[in-house]
């Protein structure tokens, strides 16, 4: 009886280990299963280092316009100061115009000043003349307007100043009533007979 007993026992304890065997063999299987369903994500890189600072500053226009600045009288070859046109503002009609003419010159008094301004053709025959009567050492740059000025709307003239001593050579200005003036050099050996020519200051009044 008793060994009968131990058989059945242990025919119970074998099916609960084939059992116990299958069951863990299925948890296996599902693991397995679960595992190749589930994708391998790749490893994150570090995130790029951002730096900071202050980007390169970038050239900006002045807000208010630069005016250029007023040329300053030259000198000859030898020294002697000259004077030089500034601008030319044209009015009246033809054959009659009036000139405006602005002059910067270093003038000191009656020894050392720009003693007219006068308007020449560009094959240097004297058109006008402007005598000034005196110095203007407190007065730089000046304007002075003179005419009439006989001469057509689009001849082509210019205007140039004169200082004592010194001569011409300073920039002067050329252009015509029709399109305006535009600045251009000097050259002191331009019709420079014309100094000869009258009218001629008489005198300086200071």
Not at 31 to 36: I, T
């Amino acid at each position: 009886m008793a060994e009968r007993h131990a058989r059945t026992h242990g025919r119970r304890r074998s099916a609960w280990t084939r059992i116990a065997g299958l069951i863990g063999y299925g948890v296996w299987l599902v693991a397995c299963a679960s595992a190749a369903r589930t994708p391998t994500l790749p490893a994150l890189s570090a995130a790029p280092r951002v730096t900071t600072g202050t980007p390169p500053a970038e050239a900006t226009s002045s807000a208010e316009p630069t005016q250029a600045p007023t040329p300053s009288p030259t000198l000859q070859p030898g020294g002697a100061p000259l004077a030089v046109v500034l601008s030319v503002a044209v009015s009246g009609d033809p054959d009659a115009y009036t000139f405006a003419v602005g002059v910067n010159s270093p003038d000191t008094g009656c020894g050392q000043y720009a003693d007219w301004w006068e308007v020449i053709s560009e094959d240097g025959k004297l058109l006008y003349r402007r005598i000034l009567l005196h110095s203007h050492v407190t007065e730089q740059p000046f304007v002075r307007s003179g005419g009439p000025i006989a001469i057509s709307v689009d001849a082509i003239v210019i205007v140039r100043a004169h200082m004592a001593p010194g001569g011409y050579g300073g920039s002067l200005m050329r252009g015509s009533a029709a399109a305006g003036f535009l600045e251009a050099p000097g050259d002191p050996h331009f019709a420079a007979e014309l100094e000869e020519v009258e009218p001629l200051p008489e005198s300086c009044a200071f």
